[in-house]
T-cell receptor, first 113, second 112 residues
Framework: KAGVTQTPRYLIKTRGQQVTLSCSPI?????VSWYQQTPGQGLQFLFE???????NKGNFPGRFSGRQFSNSRSEMNVSTLELGDSALYLC????????????FGPGTRLTVL | EDQVTQSPEALRLQEGESSSLNCSYT??????LFWYRQDPGKGPEFLFT???AGEEKEKERLKATLTKKESFLHITAPKPEDSATYLC?????????????FGGGTRVLVKP
């Protein structure tokens, strides 16, 4: 069974640009969560989508947004990039809500210059 | 707000030298505590889920235990391939959906 896939794996952008990251969950998984990982702050929750609806959001500015499609694939967008947005962005999928393990993808390494 | 603290931040072990990692948590109501392993440049790899105090789970040289305030990850007779960062995360009752709150992790280095 294929795992969570994320594209692209690496990305270099300049300040002020915007970026879109993609995540394909494990087949059959309907919940997709996004996390940001940095050396200083560790892993921080961005948002979660279930059945195309955002049902939880972390403490990030409105520049960070996302969406989920009917096939459960998800995208996140960051507009007006700042240097501090440089991070590993991780996507995790799980079957349904509640007590379920989340399985992470390999991440997208975003560097903002 | 859910909080997770892991200690120590880093651990250097000789091959075969057993040790334990600590994860202290504060949640309004625990729905689940999760352990992950993360290798450099990769996403976290799921290890265990614990749901209630007294629960234990094992996988090869790893054993996770849970109390009402903390969890331990015991590494028995570690090998160099056990070198990684181990992450602890909780799902609290007040967090909607599947939100995980992570600790800072423990970097484990096992030397041959």
């Amino acid at each position: 069974k294929a795992g969570v896939t994320q594209t692209p794996r690496y990305l270099i952008k300049t300040r002020g640009q915007q970026v879109t990251l993609s995540c394909s969950p494990i087949s059959g998984h309907r919940s997709v969560s996004w996390y940001q990982q940095t050396p200083g702050q560790g892993l921080q929750f961005l948002f979660e989508y279930f059945s195309e609806t955002q049902r939880n959001k972390g403490n990030f500015p409105g520049r960070f947004s996302g969406r989920q499609f009917s096939n459960s694939r998800s995208e996140m967008n960051v507009s007006t990039l700042e240097l501090g947005d440089s991070a590993l962005y991780l996507c995790a999928s799980s079957l349904v809500e509640g007590r379920n393990e989340q399985f992470f993808g390999p991440g997208t390494r975003l560097t903002v210059l | 707000e859910d909080q997770v603290t892991q200690s120590p931040e880093a651990l250097r072990l000789q091959e075969g030298e057993s040790s334990s990692l600590n994860c202290s948590y504060t949640v309004s109501g625990l729905r689940g505590l999760f352990w992950y392993r993360q290798d450099p440049g990769k996403g976290p790899e799921f290890l265990f889920t614990l749901y209630s105090a007294g629960e234990e789970k094992e996988k090869e040289r790893l054993k996770a235990t849970l109390t009402k305030k903390e969890s331990f990850l015991h590494i028995t007779a570690p090998k160099p391939e056990d070198s990684a960062t181990y992450l602890c995360a909780v799902q609290g009752a007040e967090a909607a959906g599947n939100k995980l709150t992570f600790g800072g992790g423990t970097r484990v280095l096992v030397k041959p």
